[in-house]
Structure formats: C-alpha cells, structure tokens
T-cell receptor
Framework: GAVVSQHPSWVICKSGTSVKIECRSL??????MFWYRQFPKQSLMLMAT?????????EQGVEKDKFLINHASLTLSTLTVTSAHPEDSSFYIC???????????FGSGTRLTVV | GNSVTQMEGPVTLSEEAFLTINCTYT??????LFWYVQYPGEGLQLLLK?????DKGSNKGFEATYRKETTSFHLEKGSVQVSDSAVYFC???????????FGQGTRLTINP
C-alpha cells in the first residue's frame, strides 16, 4: 500500500533556530500534501494544503512566514518552522493524497521540542 | 460547513468487552467517512472507510456503517483486546483531494 515517510521523527532545537521537516511519498506521486499540528491529547489541526508546483494554502490563523511549506516535487513536501519558539513545540503530521484518489496516507509524525 | 462530532472519552473497557464509539457528521454533498487510529507517539493509520451511504467499512474486527439517514458512522468491535488501546479519530472528506475534517478523537484504554 501507499507509504509516506516523515523525517525526522523527533527533533529538539534552540529558540530562534529553524527546523525543517520532510514528508515523502515512497511509492506514489502525491499531488496534494497536508500539514497538521497536534497538541497533546487533542485532535489534528490542519495548518496548510500544498499542491506540487504551487504555493501552499494556509488555514486561517496560521502564519505563512513562520511555517514555510515547499512542495517542489510530486514526492516531497517540506515544512520549515522558522525562528522557532517554545510555543511551537508540538507534534506535526503530514498526509499525502495520490493524484485522482480519495485515499489519505499519513506520515508517522515529528515531535518538535523547542528549548 | 463540514464537521465531525465524536463520543467524548476517555473510554476504558475490559478485554473482550463490546466497543462502540459514536461519530456523527454534518456535511454538504456526499462525503467519504473514515476511522483512523493513532498509537502513542505515532502518526495516523487508516482503520476503515466507507465512500457512500449504507457502505460498511471493516478491518481487524472493527466495523462502521455509513448511515446517511442518521448522519452517523459509529465504530464497533465485538471483543476488544489490550492492543486496541489507542486514540481513534472519525473523519470525513470529499473527492478531489480536499482536506479531511477530524473529530476530536476518543482515547480508548483496554485493561486485561
């Protein structure tokens, strides 16, 4: 079946630094990828939708300059948390949709801790 | 707009008990409905799905039926195991790679 690889699985960084999270579709071409944020014991909050070769669409309240999303190829999308602060600490999860299909495949998530 | 409401948790059961986690939705058009499971520290795994009214999704002993008349997609399992302990999310989505709308999640704990 479809597999999405998310890397790293966890990262600790200092305040003010930037962190890049990668999301790769391993055996299919993902025309659309979604980035979610999940706080402890809460549901997933959609941050943005990225389509290959175009700018990401951000949900209301999500700072596009802080959470940079790049979807440069049909198998890779990246989320960069810029100038990270402790309040950015969270679990970030990506999902990918194969072109023309209605199935959503999720990555294993990245736990970000900003100290 | 589209929304999903799940039974509030946490839910704690004994092994071999019967499980029901309620899920109701509000949506325009004809969405697909999903149940995802999240184990501690991991991403989401698709448990089952149904794409049209009266469809029944099933997997690993879990079942859910797409009920358009009651706008529901309740998750059931006849005999739960300790390994079923996880957080379960109900979600809806439309064709064309549109975003999923999630319920708030239900934490399930099964005691031996």
């Amino acid at each position: 079946g479809a597999v999405v690889s998310q890397h790293p699985s966890w990262v600790i960084c200092k305040s003010g630094t930037s962190v890049k999270i990668e999301c790769r579709s391993l055996d299919f071409q993902a025309t659309t990828m979604f980035w979610y944020r999940q706080f402890p014991k809460q549901s997933l909050m959609l941050m943005a939708t990225s389509n290959e070769g175009s700018k990401a669409t951000y949900e209301q309240g999500v700072e596009k300059d802080k959470f940079l999303i790049n979807h440069a190829s049909l198998t890779l999308s990246t989320l960069t948390v810029t100038s990270a602060h402790p309040e950015d600490s969270s679990f970030y999860i990506c999902s990918a949709v194969e072109g023309g299909q209605s199935g959503y495949t999720f990555g294993s998530g990245t736990r970000l801790t900003v100290v | 707009g589209n929304s999903v409401t799940q039974m509030e948790g946490p839910v704690t059961l004994s092994e071999e008990a019967f499980l029901t986690i309620n899920c109701t939705y509000t949506a325009t058009g004809y969405p697909s409905l999903f149940w995802y499971v999240q184990y501690p520290g991991e991403g989401l795994q698709l448990l089952l799905k149904a794409t049209k009214a009266d469809d029944k999704g099933s997997n690993k002993g879990f079942e859910a039926t797409y009920r358009k008349e009651t706008t529901s997609f309740h998750l059931e399992k006849g005999s739960v195991q300790v390994s079923d302990s996880a957080v379960y999310f109900c979600a809806l989505g439309h064709q064309g790679a549109q975003k999923l709308v999630f319920g708030q999640g239900t934490r399930l704990t099964i005691n031996p």
